[in-house]
């Protein structure tokens, strides 16, 4: 089972460029989660989705926007990228219940904004 | 927001040393989580606890849910070389209208020295 996976793995950008991150579960999850880590940090939410068609706005949104149109699918984006946004992001999926909190995570996209 | 205080940051053990790290909050929790994350990849669940004062096991781990829901330990006992990486408590809210809110801790990195 592939579980959840994210691409791409590694990405440098320049300021001012934008880019999407995607993120595939095959566990028919409906929730799922868009964070962010950095040193320090621990893991902050950034979007997440209850189903699809649906996303809200997490801790950390500004600067990022999100689409979920298929249930096995979330797409992290960003519009003009800046160097505060060098992270490593982590998509995560759950299923809608009291478990929530069971979370699934990708490996990880390491992004550079230089 | 729902803040964890996560203790210690990082700890440097020997092997075969048990080792015991903990999360406060001054906020109920109806669920506690441990994740721990390896270098280079995505957190993994360790242990969900369900219930206040329950003591759950998983191998070499065990955690507790504190019986007043504001705090949760994980203890590891005989460490081990793999048992390196960053460990994250997790405690989850009803967030209202049957949704749930999940706060992370900021992690304690753990060190094991062969």
């Known amino acids: 089972n592939a579980g959840v996976t994210q691409t791409p793995k590694f990405r440098v950008l320049k300021t001012g460029q934008s880019m999407t991150l995607l993120c595939a579960q095959d566990?028919?999850?409906?929730?799922m989660y868009w964070y962010r880590q950095d040193p320090g940090m621990g893991l902050r939410l950034i979007h997440y989705?209850?189903?699809?068609?649906?996303?809200a706005k997490g801790e950390v949104p500004d600067g990022y926007n999100v689409s979920r149109l298929k249930k096995q699918n979330f797409l992290l984006g960003l519009e003009s990228a800046a160097p505060s946004q060098t992270s490593v992001y982590f998509c995560?999926?759950?299923?809608?219940?009291?478990?929530?909190?069971?979370?699934?995570f990708g490996e990880g996209s390491r992004l550079t904004v230089l | 927001g729902q803040q964890l205080n996560q203790s210690p940051q990082s700890m440097f053990i020997q092997e075969g040393e048990d080792v015991s790290m903990n999360c406060t909050s001054s906020?109920?929790?109806?669920?506690w989580l441990w994740y721990k994350q390896d270098p280079g990849e995505g957190p993994v669940l360790l242990i969900a606890?369900?219930?206040?004062?329950e003591l759950t096991s998983n191998g070499r781990l065990t955690a507790q849910f504190g019986i007043t829901r504001k705090d949760s330990f994980l203890n590891i006992s005989a460490s081990i070389p793999s048992d390196v990486g960053i460990y994250f408590c997790?405690?989850?809210?009803?967030?209202?209208?049957?949704?749930?809110?999940?706060?992370f801790g900021k992690g304690t990195k753990l060190s094991v020295i062969p």
């Open positions: 995560a999926s759950s299923y809608s219940s009291r478990y929530t909190g069971e979370l699934f």
């Open positions: 566990m028919n999850h409906e929730y």
């Open positions: 989705s209850v189903g699809e068609g649906t996303t």
């Open positions: 906020s109920i929790f109806n669920t």
């Open positions: 606890l369900y219930k206040a004062g």
């Open positions: 997790a405690g989850q809210s009803l967030a209202g209208a049957g949704s749930y809110q999940l706060t």
